[in-house]
T-cell receptor, first 117, second 110 residues
């Protein structure tokens, strides 16, 4: 049972390049989400999904795209990288039941450190 | 949307003393309040959580209290140990979105 797996762990991009951060979980969690962590700003929600085929925006969605074609995978796409997207990105999943209004523990991946030059 | 404020941003205590971290939230629809611990270079991990129908919860040396009327909740760590040194984040959730505080860097001095 690997939990939440993120790849890559480190990535350097040039401004304007695109890339995809991969996230997979093997816990059969319906809920998955992406956060960015910047010094002094805590964790900010980018996008989340309450099940396959359903995605929604969080606090800071601009410049990012997501899709959820399977329960296991929730990739985050940077369409045209900017230096402001330099950050550590965390994927997290939860056993929360969708639409129940009842959140549960978030299980985080190890994080992906992205630098945009 | 929800706004979660966390204080203090840094906290140093002597080993064996208690540590208290406080958070406030703004959205009365928030009903779940977890606390996460993040060691340097590691992922955040849940240490304790509380739901809006409960006022206090304890787990060994860790306790969380919630005051729904005042919209604030606190983390209490007793008998602190060097391994408690980490960054602690509070969060508030309405079910689908989680809003995190900006973190408290706790240092326990041996």
């Amino acid at each position: 049972n690997a939990g939440v797996t993120q790849t890559p762990k480190f990535q350097v991009l040039k401004t304007g390049q695109s890339m995809t951060l991969q996230c997979a979980q093997d816990m059969n969690h319906e809920y998955m989400s992406w956060y960015r962590q910047d010094p002094g700003m805590g964790l900010r929600l980018i996008h989340y999904s309450v099940g396959a085929g359903i995605t929604d925006q969080g606090e800071v969605p601009n410049g990012y795209n997501v899709s959820r074609s399977t329960t296991e995978d929730f990739p985050l796409r940077l369409l045209s990288a900017a230096p402001s997207q330099t950050s550590v990105y965390f994927c997290a999943s939860s056993y929360s039941r969708p639409f129940s209004g009842r959140a549960g523990e978030l299980f985080f991946g190890e994080g992906s450190r992205l630098t945009v030059l | 949307g929800e706004n979660v404020e966390q204080h203090p941003s840094t906290l140093s205590v002597q080993e064996g003393d208690s540590a208290v971290i406080k958070c406030t939230y703004s959205d009365s629809a928030s009903n779940y309040f977890p606390w996460y611990k993040q060691e340097l270079g590691k992922r955040p991990q849940l240490i304790i959580d509380i739901r809006s129908n409960v006022g206090e919860k304890k787990d060994q040396r860790i306790a969380v209290t919630l005051n729904k009327t005042a919209k604030h909740f606190s983390l209490h760590i007793t008998e602190t140990q060097p391994e408690d040194s980490a960054v602690y984040f509070c969060a508030a959730s309405n079910g689908n979105q989680f809003y995190f505080g900006t973190g408290t860097s706790l240092t326990v001095i041996p």
